[in-house]
């Protein structure tokens, strides 16, 4: 959304305390890659030294995370077509998007002031966020790809039902108000994060669900208890900020909104910020888990300084929406 409130003093305390939660044509010459960029970076310092990712940053974009399969292994559009896909997404940002009865436009959820849709391309003219493998697609094992098509089936089958909800378990964990799970990608709104850093840690927090991920700096021991964010440590090469998390809890129960980020026990992830300008904040994640990908894959995310401040993100004010699906099924048995 649009509207931003004041950083929560939850953040300032957790960090002046030092206390860490367990928690068609062919492409033009590409732009200037953003590894080599961030390679070559020149981060302000912080008063302690440590170079100063602090901000308020938004990771909008109208990059898909995926490429589209009909472009095969083209890392990049050129300079017309970015053009023309800005045009069409500053269109489709103000089209309103109503539904031809009542039914389809409820279900639209939001008329365009709440959405906050990505319009520009922001420097990159990548065809998808993903940069490893070549083709730009996650490498699914086939076997946990079919799988996870035919929950979709099942789950939109369902959803087109007079009753979608029976159960608790038949609703995502961002359509709960918990998470959508790490790491961060763009999304139709809430793409704000801000940062705030204090000697030894780094905080992050998340517009959408007002997510908050503390990260310790050096070697701290490993979590015992797992989380739904795993347990991250973060350690400086050079300029750029590297956070290893493992140790997430087994919520593969849940439906989750994009199977890839749910939280598991397999799940590793290694991110990277690095400050490439004064007003750009280079975001890289490395998914690994075996039970899920053939390989292990990357994306890149560069990320725009933003104004304003953060707004609360209340979600369902108390997560009345699911009582009163829930009571609605249940009063018609």
């Known amino acids: 959304m ?42 302000p310092k912080t008063p302690w030294g440590d170079p100063d990712l602090q901000g308020l940053w938004s990771n909008a974009t109208i990059t898909p995370l995926e490429r589209p399969r009909d472009l095969g292994n083209r890392e990049f559009y050129t300079e017309q077509e970015v053009a023309q896909r800005e045009q069409r997404a500053i269109a ?53 790809q079919q799988k996870y098509a035919e929950r979709s089936k099942v789950r939109n089958t369902m959803l087109e039902s007079p009753d979608p909800v029976t159960t608790w378990l038949d609703v995502d964990t961002g359509e709960r108000c918990l998470t959508d799970g790490i790491p961060w990608t763009p999304y139709a709104y809430n793409n704000n994060y801000q940062i705030v850093q204090s000697p030894g840690n780094v905080a992050i927090v998340h517009e959408q669900f007002r997510e908050l991920r503390v990260i310790p700096i050096g070697a701290i021991p490993q979590g015992k208890i797992p989380q739904w964010f795993g347990t991250s440590r973060g350690r400086w090469e050079g300029n750029t900020l590297v956070v290893e998390t493992d140790n997430f809890a087994d919520k593969t129960a849940y439906q989750w909104a994009a199977a890839w980020r749910q939280a598991r026990p397999t799940y590793h992830l290694v991110e990277r910020f690095t400050r490439t300008a004064a007003d750009t904040l280079l975001y890289e994640f490395t998914v690994t888990d075996p039970t899920l990908f053939t390989d292990s894959w990357t994306a890149q995310t560069p990320m725009t300084r933003a104004e304003g401040e953060l707004f609360e993100y209340a979600c369902h004010e108390g997560n009345y929406s699911m009582t009163s699906m829930l009571g609605n099924t249940a009063g018609k048995k």
């Not at 409130?5 to 953003?34: E, H, R």
């Open 2 to 43: 649009r509207r931003r409130t004041a950083i929560p003093m939850t953040v300032v305390a957790l960090l002046s305390c030092g206390l860490v939660p367990l928690a068609g044509q062919g492409p033009a010459p590409a732009p200037k890659a953003a590894t080599t960029a961030a390679a070559n970076a020149v981060a």
């Open 92 to 144: 489709q940002a103000t089209d309103e998007a109503r539904g031809n009865d009542a039914r389809s436009d409820v279900a639209g959820a939001y008329n365009d002031f709440w959405w906050d849709r990505g319009t520009k391309d922001v420097g990159t003219r990548r065809t998808s966020l993903i940069v490893r493998p070549p083709n730009g697609r996650i490498p699914w094992r086939p076997e946990v």
